[in-house]
């Protein structure tokens, strides 16, 4: 309505539509959303999760038994680079790095990984692929299994 009656030529409607949801959105439970939906529509569309709403993501996934924690983490972490990817087309920066961002967007959710329990391939794979935990990291983490003090002081923003 407001874009029919609008004059201006600079008129964006999904502005308009955030600010109209602006006193809703506190109220939505974006970790409770599937990752489908949160992919394909609550970021394609701009809105932006905070790095505890992504940890509340990961962390309901894994009371749910999903799948598994690789597949956990690997969704949580696809989920914060298609969000760096869309802040990235929306506010472009000359010196915009991806891995830093999503580092940045994962901060509450690494801490909370127990990368002692996980494959040591998908480790190696996908963690240091990904700049999650550097090789070093990879490598030391099966010395250490068990030991759940080593598991959260292991991730450093790379």
């Not at 959303?33 to 996934?61: A, D, H, W």
């Not at 999503?102 to 901060?107: E, K, M, P, W």
């Not at 996980?118 to 794979?125: A, E, G, K, R, Y």
């Amino acid at each position: 309505m407001k874009q029919g009656a609008a004059d201006d030529d600079n008129f964006n409607i999904l502005d308009a539509i955030k600010t109209e949801l602006d006193g809703i959105i506190p109220n939505l439970k974006f970790s409770e959303m599937s990752f489908e939906f949160l992919t394909n529509f609550v970021v394609e569309k701009g809105f932006v999760l905070s790095p505890t709403e992504l940890r509340q993501f990961f962390c309901i996934r894994i009371k749910n038994c999903f799948k598994s924690l690789e597949d956990d983490i690997k969704v949580t972490y696809e989920l914060a680079e298609k969000q760096a990817l869309k802040k990235q087309e929306m506010f472009p920066e000359e010196n915009f790095n991806l891995r830093d961002e999503i580092n940045a967007l994962l901060v509450d959710v690494i801490p909370r990984v127990k990368f002692s329990i996980i494959d040591n391939t998908f480790l190696t794979d996908f963690g240091v692929a990904n700049g999650i935990i550097s090789e070093e990291q990879a490598d030391h983490i099966f010395d250490t299994r068990g030991n759940e003090k080593f598991v959260v002081p292991i991730y450093t923003l790379l």
